[in-house]
């Protein structure tokens, strides 16, 4: 089995950045595709990134292109999400998740494990 955590999250004024991180255990990642996912007060979860094993295919979704940034660390077995320019439509809970295959992919019924999730605040 593998165990995802993520840190990083927090209370941030727009215009300002967070680093979040996700670090897996229990099992070694490094051939795993992964993800981060948002859900926000009253909506569904969403794709906000997503990576290959190998980091050479990666996906942003329209909203978070050229703010957010994704990357992983398979030797620390960790990927990261560094947001800039954060907007108060940002806030959400944000969750890492890992998949078995080591293709990307942007649907959550795509991954196999899932963090417990971290809170990102952002004030207007």
């Known amino acids: 089995q593998v165990r995802l955590v993520e840190s990083g999250g927090g209370l941030v004024q727009a215009g300002g950045s967070l680093r979040l991180s996700c670090v897996a255990s229990?099992?070694?990642?490094?051939?795993?595709?992964m993800g981060w996912f948002r859900q926000a007060p009253g909506k569904e979860r969403e794709i906000v990134a997503a990576?290959?094993?190998?980091?050479?295919?990666?996906y942003y979704t329209d909203s978070v292109k050229g703010r957010f940034t994704i990357s992983r660390d398979r030797a620390k077995n960790s990927m990261y999400l560094q947001m800039n320019s954060l907007k108060p439509e940002d806030t959400a809970v944000y969750y890492c998740?890992?998949?078995?295959?080591?293709?990307?992919?942007?649907?959550?019924?795509?991954?196999?494990?899932w963090g417990q999730g971290t809170q990102v605040t952002v004030s207007s």
């Open positions: 229990g099992r070694t990642v490094i051939t795993y595709a």
């Open positions: 990576t290959s094993w190998d980091s050479s295919m990666k």
């Open positions: 998740a890992a998949r078995q295959r080591s293709a990307m992919a942007t649907g959550q019924v795509e991954y196999d494990y």
